[in-house]
């Protein structure tokens, strides 16, 4: 089993004095779901793009697999992707080409890179008669759910979500919420979620809070 460990972690901003993130340690497992919690401005952004190998820790190290991640950005090549709350969609690609977008970057012959995005999309829930539209063209829910499908075209065994919910209704929340729950489930990711919404922290296998840089398992 790949798990994912955070030992020591500490954070601080260039040019700043103070640590967002104190002396951090956690463990990630695969096939489960854990939430982060925590008010605005605790560090779940800043501990989320650690975790998904955006920016080194001021000190502590990232375990993968039992090995320590000192490579970045194979490691985010490879391992880890992350979705946001504003579905970060290239705006000017159609919903197909999205998905496709990491399957061309992994060298995927151009039909069966199609063939796997529509499944990819097929999974989540998005009708064929949105392939061709652009992102703006969509309502947010489903532009959360084809940024999930982009991420599963990554392979990656970490999904790192911050606040994927965050701009979404409540029905849209619980078919994203269902969502992650079976890329764990039922696909072994490990899957992160960043939120402040205690509905959603509360779907996770596991529920840690951040509060002013300090992690509590709840
Ligand atoms: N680029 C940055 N430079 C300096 N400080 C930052 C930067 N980004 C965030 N911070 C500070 O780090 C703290 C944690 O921010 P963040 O991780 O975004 O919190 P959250 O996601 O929980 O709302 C806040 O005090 C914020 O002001
Ligand atoms: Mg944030």
Redesign the pocket.
């Known amino acids: 089993m790949s798990d994912l460990v955070l030992r020591n972690i500490c954070y601080r ?1 260039p040019k ?1 004095r ?1 640590m ?1 993130l104190h002396e951090i340690n956690a463990t990630f497992r695969e096939g489960t779901v854990t939430s982060i919690r ?10 989320l793009y650690l975790i998904a190998g955006i920016d080194h820790p001021v000190s502590g190290q990232l375990l993968w697999d039992n090995t320590p991640v000192t490579d970045l950005s194979a490691y985010r090549r490879n391992v880890v992707s992350i979705i946001s709350q504003s579905y970060l969609l290239f705006p000017t690609r159609t919903v197909l080409e999205n998905v496709c977008y990491p399957l061309h970057l992994k060298k995927h012959p151009h039909n069966e890179a199609a063939e796997e995005a529509k499944q990819l999309l097929q999974s989540v829930g998005i009708d064929k008669k949105l392939y061709d539209r652009l992102p703006e063209k969509l309502s947010g829910g489903e532009q959360q759910r084809v940024a999930i499908a982009r991420c599963l075209a990554t392979n990656s065994k970490i999904i790192a979500a ?1 606040e994927p919910t965050g701009n979404l209704d409540e029905e849209n929340t619980q078919i994203i919420v269902k969502l992650l729950q079976r890329l764990a489930h039922k696909n072994k990711k490990t899957v992160i979620v ?1 939120t402040h919404d205690p509905a959603v922290a509360q779907m996770a296998d596991k529920q840690l809070q ?1 509060a002013a840089g300090n992690l509590i398992d709840e």
């Open positions: 901003y700043t103070q967002v925590g008010q605005s401005g605790a560090g779940k952004s800043t501990l911050d960043v951040l």
